[in-house]
């Protein structure tokens, strides 16, 4: 470990939640110069962000919610730089790609609807993504292995990908560089506001922290309403599955198949209601490989090495809950799905709202006050 920690059971800020949306603001919290305690559940957990898909990924984005397009465009514009940062200082290059990216369509009415809805959303948010339609042709150009059975796609070239491994042990390595304490296998059971902060309970031992962050992703269904906030979350399972390493054939992701920077192909991911359960069915990855095999054919003779079952957090609307609380000042919650595409904006523009408390416009449509009858929250 390059830094010193600087704090411990005593801190100005806890974060708690240890996935990719804690780390991402609890780093942005430390660069901005404040003592941060991250807790953890441990290897137990659920977690989102060891089994993601990895894209960076705007076009679609925020079809019934303009803002939400802006503020996953402005994550993605920012992830460059933040990429960057992120390998200064932590050594760890995260492989960051952004060619753009291609939904692929297998029939012409899939196309003519998948057109129109991205003009519906430009329409609703022209200063955002371009999204452009391609036919069969234009693909082939751009991917000579394409399939006969892709009529078209829509492309956006502010779209990308990243090893999302790698981030997640940046994101790890840069808090510990920058002196934050790392309290794993911490479950956070009870949360209590005293006058000048708040005393957070977990099996091994009391941690006082003046201010505290909930990104415990479905964990904060529960935690949230202990300091006066909510978070009405739930999981939906998405499988995937990643062939042996191929040559490089994919210069760019498809929504649902990206080859990673070591040549495996990733393929997925299902949305499935069916609660807290992780694990992967032969029929869904059949359907998911039988996709994959008409868009490129190629990959008809690929080896499967390995699949699983992860669980999205997933708001009533899919869309962010970005909170502080009334009844407890000092506690704020952050929770996403997407949270690889929002790094940059949790790094930033949500670890500078909560550093200096003061709630930008930009967030203001995240709150769960939209879903009516929640603790309110300012
Ligand atoms: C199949 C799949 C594909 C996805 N694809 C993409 C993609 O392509 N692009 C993208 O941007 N996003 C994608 N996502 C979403 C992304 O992975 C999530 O948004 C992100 O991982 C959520 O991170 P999180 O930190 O909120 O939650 P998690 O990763 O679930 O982490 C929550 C953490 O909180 C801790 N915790 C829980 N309760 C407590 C407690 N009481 N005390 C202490 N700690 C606690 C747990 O230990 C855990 O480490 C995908 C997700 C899935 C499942």
């Not at 997933?314 to 799905?337: N, W």
């Amino acid at each position: 470990m390059a830094g010193q920690s600087r704090c411990g059971n005593d801190c100005d800020i806890a974060v708690i939640g240890g996935g990719v949306v804690g780390l991402s603001v609890a780093y942005g919290l430390a660069s901005r110069g404040l003592a941060v305690t991250l807790l953890d559940e441990g290897d137990v957990a659920y977690r989102a962000s060891r089994g993601n898909f990895a894209l960076v990924w705007v076009q679609g984005k925020g079809i019934d919610l303009p803002d939400y397009a802006r503020w996953t465009m402005g994550s993605a514009a920012a992830w460059k730089n933040f990429a960057e940062t992120l390998r200064r200082d932590s050594g760890i290059d995260l492989a960051l790609e952004q060619r753009g990216g291609l939904m692929a369509c297998l029939s012409e009415r899939e196309l003519e609807d998948r057109t129109a809805q991205m003009s519906r959303l430009h329409n609703a948010a022209p200063d955002c993504a371009n999204v452009e339609t391609l036919d069969h042709r234009q693909i082939k150009e751009l991917l000579p292995e394409i399939g006969p059975d892709v009529v078209g796609g829509t492309f956006c070239r502010h779209d990308g990908h990243v090893n999302a491994l790698r981030l997640f042990g940046a994101l790890h390595e840069a808090c510990l560089r920058r002196g934050i304490a790392y309290r794993p296998n911490a479950p956070v059971e009870a949360l209590v506001q005293m006058a000048n902060g708040f005393r957070i309970a977990t099996p091994s031992g009391e941690i006082r922290a003046r201010r505290l962050v909930l990104a415990a992703g479905l964990g904060n269904a529960k935690l949230a309403p202990l300091v006066g906030l909510a978070a009405p979350v739930r999981p939906q399972r998405g499988q995937v599955m990643v062939t042996e390493k191929l040559a490089p054939f994919l210069k760019f992701p498809l929504g649902t198949i990206r080859q990673t920077d070591e040549g495996g192909v990733m393929l997925g991911d299902s949305k499935e209601e069916v609660g807290f359960d992780t694990g992967s069915s032969h029929q869904v990855l059949g359907t998911i490989a039988a996709h994959a095999v008409k868009v490129f054919p190629l990959l008809a003779g690929a080896q499967i090495v390995r699949s699983w079952g992860a669980l999205r957090v997933m708001s009533p609307d899919g869309y962010p809950i970005y909170d502080r609380s009334v009844s407890c000042p000092g506690a704020y919650l952050v929770t996403c799905h997407s949270g690889v595409t929002l790094a940059a904006a949790h790094a930033s523009t949500i670890a500078e709202a909560i550093a200096t408390d003061i709630w930008p416009d930009a967030i203001a449509a995240f709150s769960a006050r939209r879903f009516g009858d929640v603790p309110a929250a300012a």
